[in-house]
């Protein structure tokens, strides 16, 4: 049995480095497997033509690949600057709320010397408290809030640093009352439903109830698309349980999560994250920082590859790598290095089986049984036919140590849906109304693609015809002929 199936699967970021074709269809034969579409400062124009080309790369290498859309979600962010300004230690920065559409956006007070900031979000000033930390600019510049009126607040510099156009506020332990969803996050969704996208990662999920506009927006259109939620703020750790049961998935993204708790508490809470999603059978993705010096360097650092072992034995499903491919300069190593320390650490050091798992009908504890099987079998191969994704994810989540699981579906959705999954190799092939003819399809094309060979031992799980015609849940042992 062919035993090069990557476990933890790669997403990547297309950007600028990315959406040349060569590269693109070089990165789909190295294995990549979901890609993302950062829409923070996206066009529809590109986002429509980069789906064309990554679809007709795909078709050139003929291997489909799945279609993320990360949705940029509510957000703090500074209003335009003539200038960068440099704010220094002790000084006075009054920030106000400037709609888009309003004035100028930055005027210094030469009496008092004070810097007038705007900000897009009106309940900036309501949501604040004097001592409250404000992090500018992916926390390069800490204030601390000291006075407030009506419509402003005043802060101390604290950290100093330069301020540019546009640069992201972070208000740690604030719960602000941002919608979930903006305008643009609503017409982005529909374009992404438009263009057949597989998953939608929801930015700065608070709570559980947030994800259910972007859910009712999803079926109004008719999509059947997987919602990933990303944890980046207090909020949502406080809410992870509860988040982790609506979503279909989470993303850790450790960028502003990394600004918004304590940098010390980042590594426990990933493992919490994993923990939970894998109690509870969803998908997780660890993301941020994978390999960042690798966007001018063509080598990691040693604490990169660490990052990515502990990611791999943590037993996430994903690792993703973001500004490595969007801008950097070795988009095809980066892949490489993922490629070859997932594999090492995979080789080297066997997973645990997961038994937190609580299974709880006759089908699903059979699942435990083909998974307890295939262990005491040297690792034989799970088949599974599957219409939703729902049994490759229970096994998937159960972790197997050593055991490949081959899922086979006739939905291109479903199929790619599973390309996410830890461990499960999906394939997309019509299954055949007799339950055996759909087995003996799938050793062939098990065979054809040269993931196994005569004689391989195989745990199936499938439907078989009962008296009257009765459809009968079944376990059985077989070999490849």
């Known amino acids: 049995m062919c035993t090069s199936l990557r476990q933890t699967k790669i997403v990547f970021t297309i950007g600028p480095t990315t959406s040349d074709e060569a590269v693109l269809t070089r990165m789909i034969e190295n294995g990549v497997d979901v890609c993302r579409f950062n829409m923070a400062h996206a066009q529809h124009d590109w986002f429509r033509d980069t789906i064309a080309l990554v679809n007709s790369c795909c078709r050139k290498v003929g291997r489909r690949i799945a279609l993320m859309m990360d949705v940029k979600g509510p957000e703090i962010r500074t209003r335009d600057v003539p200038d960068p300004i440099d704010l220094l230690l ?7 709320y400037q709609p888009l559409d309003g004035g100028l956006a930055y005027t210094r007070n030469i009496a008092s010397g004070v810097h007038e900031i705007g900000v897009n979000y009106p309940g900036f000033v309501a949501d604040l408290t004097v001592g409250t930390t404000v992090l500018v600019d ?47 996050d609503i017409a982005d969704v529909r374009v992404g439903i438009e263009q057949g996208i597989d998953f939608f990662a929801l930015s700065f999920v608070r709570e559980s109830s947030d994800l259910d506009q972007l859910r009712q927006l999803l079926r ?8 990933i939620a990303k944890i980046e703020d207090e909020s949502g750790v406080a809410h992870l349980d509860q988040i982790v049961q609506a979503s279909d998935g989470v993303m850790v993204a450790r960028g502003d999560l990394g600004i918004e708790v304590p940098f010390e508490q980042l590594p426990i809470f990933q493992r919490r994250a994993v923990d939970t999603c894998l109690s509870l059978a969803k998908p997780v993705i660890i993301a941020t920082h994978m390999l960042e010096s690798m966007i001018h360097s063509p080598v990691p650092t040693r604490a990169e590859i660490t990052d990515i072992s502990n990611s791999v034995r943590e037993q996430a499903d994903c690792v993703m790598l973001s500004g490595e491919t969007t801008i950097g300069k070795y988009p095809e190593r980066c892949i490489d290095v993922l490629n070859r320390v997932i594999m090492s650490v995979q080789r080297a050091q066997p997973g645990v089986r997961n038994d937190r798992l609580v299974l709880k009908t006759g089908k699903e504890k059979m699942l435990r049984a083909a998974v307890d ?62 339950p055996e003819q759909t087995i003996v399809n799938a050793f062939d094309y098990l065979k054809r693609s040269e993931w196994a060979i005569a004689g391989d031992p195989m745990i199936v799980i499938t439907n078989v015809l009962g008296k ?3 459809i009968i849940d079944s376990l059985q042992v077989r070999e490849i002929e």
């Open 90 to 96: 002790d000084e006075l920065v009054e920030f106000s």
């Open 138 to 184: 992916s926390g390069l510049i800490r204030l601390i809030t000291e006075e407030l009126t009506e419509e402003s607040v005043l802060c101390r510099v604290i950290t100093p640093g330069t301020l540019g156009s546009r640069r992201h506020i972070n208000l740690p332990g604030v719960k602000v009352k941002l919608p979930a969803l903006t305008e643009k």
């Open 220 to 227: 109004d259109h008719g999509s059947g698309a997987h919602v």
């Open 373 to 434: 099987l295939s262990e005491q079998m040297s690792g034989a191969g799970i088949v599974v036919f599957t219409r939703s994704g729902d049994l490759a994810r229970l096994l998937s989540a159960q972790r197997p140590k050593a055991s490949p699981i081959f899922a086979f579906t006739d939905d291109e959705n479903v199929f790619k849906r599973m390309l996410m999954l830890w461990g499960v190799e999906p394939f997309l092939m019509e299954l055949d109304e007799d």
């Open 468 to 470: 009257g015609a009765k």
